[in-house]
Every structure is written in C-alpha cells, then in structure tokens.
C-alpha cells in the first residue's frame, strides 16, 4: 500500500510564494503519474497539476498555469508544487494523489494523500 505525505501548507498572503510537497513511500508502476489536486470549501475538487517521475509528463490547469511549477525527485521520491503570485481564490485543501495510468482525473487515482491546508489572504 503505497502513502503519500503532504507538507507545506499554511498561511500566506496574496502574492507570495508557498512550496508544497509530496513524499511517497515507495515509487511502483502504481505510482506512474503523481498529481496534485485541490478542494476549495463548498467546491467539488479539481485537477491542479501533474507529471510523471520520468519526466516526460507535465500537465496543468488553465487556472495555475504560469504560476506554479510541478517537479520531482525520483531519487527522494518526492514531488514538489511550487506556488508563485497566490490569489485568495487559490485557498484550498491541496492533496497529492498516485495514478498508473495517465489520466488526470481524480477517479483515476490509486492513492492519495490526508491533504494540507493552503490559505491565502488578501
């Protein structure tokens, strides 16, 4: 069973920058694709970023793109957000997630993680 472990989470103000990671007990053909997810309250969850821990992946959403910059360290088997210029609306509870397939849905996703808490004032 593979787990996944968020940290980086807490409280920043609007413009700033915040680094999240993703630690993974282990990297398996389970774990193909490593994604980052988000859940704003009273918001369904939606897809943030993804890449594969060869690299030859990357995807992000329209609403993140330029901002934030997804990255692995396959030798740590950990994956990294990096967030730049936050907006309040970017305030959410952001999970990591595992898929074995490429595919950047939430329902294709084996594993995920507890989540951690971004707040972003104004």
């Known amino acids: 069973q593979v787990q996944l472990v968020e940290s980086g989470g807490g409280l920043v103000q609007a413009g700033g920058s915040m680094r999240l990671s993703c630690a993974a007990s282990?990297?398996?053909?389970?774990?193909?694709?490593m994604a980052w997810f988000r859940q704003a309250p009273g918001k369904e969850r939606e897809f943030v970023a993804a890449?594969?821990?060869?690299?030859?992946?990357?995807s992000y959403a329209e609403s993140v793109k330029g901002r934030f910059t997804i990255s692995r360290d396959p030798a740590k088997s950990t994956v990294y957000l990096q967030m730049n210029r936050l907006k309040p609306e970017d305030t959410a509870v952001y999970s990591c997630?595992?898929?074995?397939?490429?595919?950047?849905?939430?329902?294709?996703?084996?594993?995920w993680g507890k989540g951690t808490l971004v707040t972003v004032s104004s």
């Open positions: 997630a595992a898929s074995p397939i490429v595919a950047l849905k939430a329902d294709s996703m084996n594993y």
């Open positions: 282990e990297r398996t053909s389970s774990t193909t694709v």
């Open positions: 890449i594969t821990w060869s690299g030859s992946m990357l």
